[in-house]
């Protein structure tokens, strides 16, 4: 949960801090006033990366040479992290003052889920966005999981130096070729596993979709056991090696797998409306957030931008309803807070925002 926030000269926000409740902290404003790079900030300090996919050189306010983020955070542990980014890079990355050189120290103290209009690309962009998606929930479930990705793409990225210049075999190649089908083999089996447990959580049922039934399916390399899935992955790297020449890169391995998403046993890639679409990854979102409730036994942090505009009012009521039963904290967005049932809690808060101000 986040207590406290406090900007410096970030995007429109020359100076700003705020502090929030337990329940659902509605954000109200026009398009292009600021709501979301609230969001953003707070995901910034918990990922150090945007959800926007914007780098954060161009986060700093205009006119200005750096930024600072600080938050106050409960869950595990208590946190203070802070985040200072200069004209050469991160200048500052710390928690509770002890500073971070290496971000994968750093990462994993808080965990978050978002959803912004972004997501939707989940569904309908291209396999590359599926396959951070599930990376990333990977590491947010297991922290080891992103030193095993590191250490494949540093193997992928020496087969491919290899392949550029024209060696196809030879000892050299093939050590690197097996390295890559082990290496690659653990990240199989992690996102396999993960997809199985999203799929069980799916299967308990969610208000957003009704009776219909939503199932995630990885598709490429071959799963089953690690050893399995080492020599499967050596075999089509193998098999591949007549396309490789010609391409001069690796055309096999978790680099290229995608996560199928579909919906009734139909691919949701073929969904028409907007609105199925974003009630399907309101359903993927929840499963992520129970999942997280089990492995590490506290609730998520909730980041939802501009989730209502394409929600029926039954649907938006029951996201509320579905979010206060779980008791997460929730940070959302909105042009109209009439399109967010509130009902009078009292753990909840309206801020109105204008113009990189906020008033309480």
Not at 24 to 46: D, H, M, R, S, V
Not at 267 to 274: D, G
Request: hydrophobic share 35%.
């Amino acid at each position: 949960m986040i207590e406290e926030l406090y900007l410096r000269n970030f995007r429109n926000y020359g100076e700003a801090r705020l502090s929030f409740s337990s329940g659902i902290n509605l954000f109200c404003g026009e398009n292009g006033q600021g709501k979301t790079n609230l969001l953003e900030a707070i995901y910034l300090l918990g990922m150090l990366s945007s959800f926007r996919k914007a780098e954060a050189a161009s986060m700093v306010k205009k006119g200005e040479e750096t930024f600072c983020i600080s938050g106050d955070f409960t869950g595990d542990g208590a946190y203070k992290l802070l985040l200072e980014k200069g004209p050469r890079g991160w200048e500052k990355i710390s928690a509770n003052g002890s500073l971070y050189r290496k971000k994968l120290d750093y990462l994993g103290k808080i965990r978050i889920v978002v959803f912004s209009p972004d997501e939707i690309e989940l569904i309908q962009g291209s396999p590359e966005g599926r396959r951070r998606y599930i990376d990333r929930t990977c590491f947010n479930t297991s922290h080891h999981y992103l030193k095993q990705l590191k250490n494949y793409r540093r193997v992928l990225k020496q087969r491919n130096i290899l392949l550029k210049k024209g060696i196809f075999r030879g000892e050299e190649f093939g050590t690197w070729t097996e390295r890559l089908a082990l290496a690659g083999a653990k990240i199989v089996k992690e996102r396999a596993a993960l997809i199985e447990k999203l799929n069980q959580k799916l299967s308990e049922g969610h208000p957003f979709l009704g009776t219909d039934s939503i199932k995630l399916r990885y598709v490429g390399t071959c799963t089953g056991d690690e050893m399995d899935v080492s020599q499967g992955l050596l075999d089509k790297l193998t098999s591949s090696s007549h396309v490789e020449r010609c391409r001069r890169t690796t055309v096999s391995g978790p680099h290229r797998d995608d996560i199928e998403i579909s919906v009734n046993g139909t691919v949701a890639k073929a969904f028409s409306s907007r609105g199925e679409m974003r009630s399907v990854l309101l359903a993927l979102k929840t499963a992520e957030t129970a999942l997280y409730d089990d492995i590490w036994g506290e609730s998520p942090l909730i980041l939802l931008d501009d989730v209502a505009s394409e929600l029926d009012i039954g649907r938006r009521s029951a996201l509320i309803s579905f979010l206060r039963e779980k008791g997460n904290q929730v940070l959302m967005t909105t042009t109209e807070a009439e399109n967010i049932p509130l009902f009078g809690n009292k753990e909840d808060t309206l801020f109105r925002v204008s113009e990189g101000k906020i008033i309480h």
